[in-house]
């Protein structure tokens, strides 16, 4: 039984407002330049280049959010665990550089 245990502690209202809400106002944006932008339009060729700036920002929130989303700490009798402690599988992974957050690296007290 673990005395304390927090998953997926690295995750911010910050972070999923960065890596959710951002792609959904961009969503809405391409929908209504679609619906009501022209062309020949100024305010629609600057609104398009902030959706490229947009984009950009969107796909390294996304990224974020993936890489932090199993991210979590547990203590308990044994020791510190932190990573992905909330999967069975996380203690068999060998994970890269890139996705430490989805293996379990454990302390054990001695």
């Known amino acids: 039984m673990a005395s304390y245990a927090e998953r997926r502690c690295a995750l911010r209202w910050q972070l999923v407002l960065w890596g959710l809400g951002l792609p959904a106002v961009l969503a809405a944006a391409v929908a209504w330049l679609i619906m009501?932008?022209?062309?020949?339009?100024?305010?629609?060729?600057?609104?398009?280049?902030?959706?490229?700036?947009?984009?950009?920002?969107?796909?390294?929130?996304?990224?974020?959010?993936?890489?932090?989303?199993?991210?979590?700490?547990?203590?308990d009798e044994a020791g510190v665990s932190i990573g992905a402690v909330g999967s069975r599988r996380a203690t068999a992974r060998r994970p890269t550089v890139t996705h430490q957050n989805w293996g379990l690296f454990t302390c054990r007290g001695g």
């Open 36 to 75: 009501f932008g022209g062309s020949h339009d100024a305010i629609a060729s600057v609104v398009s280049s902030l959706l490229g700036l947009g984009s950009v920002a969107a796909l390294i929130g996304c990224g974020l959010l993936y890489r932090n989303w199993p991210t979590g700490i547990r203590m």
